[in-house]
């Protein structure tokens, strides 16, 4: 289920507004290059960029570093450091580089950073492509904890008293940020953070893995594809077959 964004507060960790100023177009290019996960050099194309692909609904914005918030369009690059926004019902959907992707969705707040994706609040989908061997992991960080991608589709919920971490498909690694020990989600397993403490590590019903399934912004209505929804498909198939299963009888610690 989707959480309630009502009030929102931004994480001081992450300030919204950008104090950089870019450095000329080889250092945006080899930061952004860094944020999807590839070391940058000399000849890389502007096919390998970090660009938006997609934008089904409005209001999504993206604020280059030194220059003003502007309407996120389709085909737009993204520099390093770049800042991503939506409101509801504004949904976007990045390609990084190697086969990499992401949807951004509700009120969130989001920036490409050498090593990760930064989500401050809101939703994420993000994926391997399927048959790809990236250079390392994708991650993604909260304020709780990062996710690397070590399968292949990862789904965030930030809000502003609880998180939740799911894995649609493969194997997603946790590694809270308050040194509790990391967590692995297989397919169609979460676990959530709420008033300072993790939740169990447990897997969907099939009722809501169809629920979700049927309802996500993210997952729906789009145009560009998104390469890991058989795989996903394929989970809630198995979810449903298998019916309610606990992946763990303890909570995280």
């Known amino acids: 289920m989707a959480l309630a ?8 960790g992450l300030p919204i507004s950008s104090g950089a100023v870019a450095a000329g177009t080889a250092t945006c290019l080899a930061g952004a290059l860094l944020a999807a ?13 970090p660009r938006v692909v997609e934008v089904p609904s409005r209001p999504a914005f993206v604020h280059p570093p030194g220059t ?6 389709a085909g737009q690059p993204l520099p390093g450091r770049c800042l991503l926004r939506t ?9 990084l580089a190697d086969g990499r992707g992401f949807r951004l969705g509700g ?5 490409l950073s050498d090593d990760a994706l930064q989500l401050e609040r809101g939703e994420i989908i993000a994926w391997l492509k399927p048959g790809i061997r990236p250079s390392g992991p994708l991650r993604v960080r909260t ?15 930030a809000g502003p008293d609880q998180v939740r971490f799911l894995s649609w498909e493969g194997k997603v690694r946790v590694d809270p940020e308050d040194g509790h020990p ?9 676990v959530v953070w709420k008033g300072g403490a993790w939740g169990a590590r447990t897997r969907l019903s099939p009722e809501e893995a169809r629920t ?6 993210l997952l729906n209505g789009f145009a560009q594809p998104m390469e890991t929804l058989p795989l996903v498909e394929r989970t809630l198939r198995e979810v449903s077959a298998a019916g309610p299963v606990d992946a763990s009888a303890s909570p995280v610690r």
């Open 107 to 111: 009120d969130a707040v989001l920036r």
């Open 212 to 217: 979700r399934r049927r309802t996500s912004r």
């Open 143 to 157: 304020r709780v904890g990062t996710a690397s991608i070590v399968g292949t589709t990862l789904f965030i919920e």
């Open 87 to 95: 409101q509801r019902p504004g949904r976007m959907q990045v390609q």
């Open 182 to 190: 990391p967590v692995i989600l297989n397919g169609a397993e979460t």
């Open 68 to 73: 003003r918030e502007q309407p996120a369009k």
């Open 37 to 49: 996960g590839l070391p940058p050099a000399s000849g890389q194309s502007a096919a390998i960029q």
């Open 5 to 12: 964004e009502r009030h929102l507060t931004p994480w001081r």
